[in-house]
Nanobody
């Protein structure tokens, strides 16, 4: 069974930084792209970033490009999201997910397994 556990969320002032981690169990990551999504209250879950299984290719939402960096360590079964220059509009629950074998990287429906989420709150 695939289990993903996010950590690293918290409360930070605007302009600050946080680093999220997503740890997987077993052979969770091998050969699969991974993604980060976020969901603010009353809004739909939205794509934040994705990374290929090798780490060679990355994707970012326009809203976070230049501020967030996704990375992975397959030996540790862990994916990271470094978030800098945080803004109040970045406030949301952040989820990591393992993509399936097909579908757009940008769509939640393309991801098979999800973590429980970690809250990120950015104060102004």
């Amino acid at each position: 069974q695939v289990q993903l556990v996010e950590s690293g969320g918290g409360l930070v002032q605007a302009g600050g930084s946080l680093r999220l981690s997503c740890a997987g169990s077993g052979r969770t990551f091998s050969g699969y792209s991974m993604g980060w999504f976020r969901q603010a209250p009353g809004k739909e879950r939205e794509f934040v970033s994705a990374i290929s299984w090798s780490g060679a290719s990355t994707l970012y939402a326009d809203s976070v490009k230049g501020r967030f960096t996704i990375s992975r360590d397959n030996a540790k079964n862990t994916v990271y999201l470094q978030m800098n220059s945080l803004k109040p509009e970045d406030t949301a629950v952040y989820y990591c997910a393992r993509r399936g074998n097909s579908g757009s990287h940008y769509l939640p429906s393309s991801y098979e397994y999800w973590g429980q989420g970690t809250q990120v709150t950015v104060s102004s």
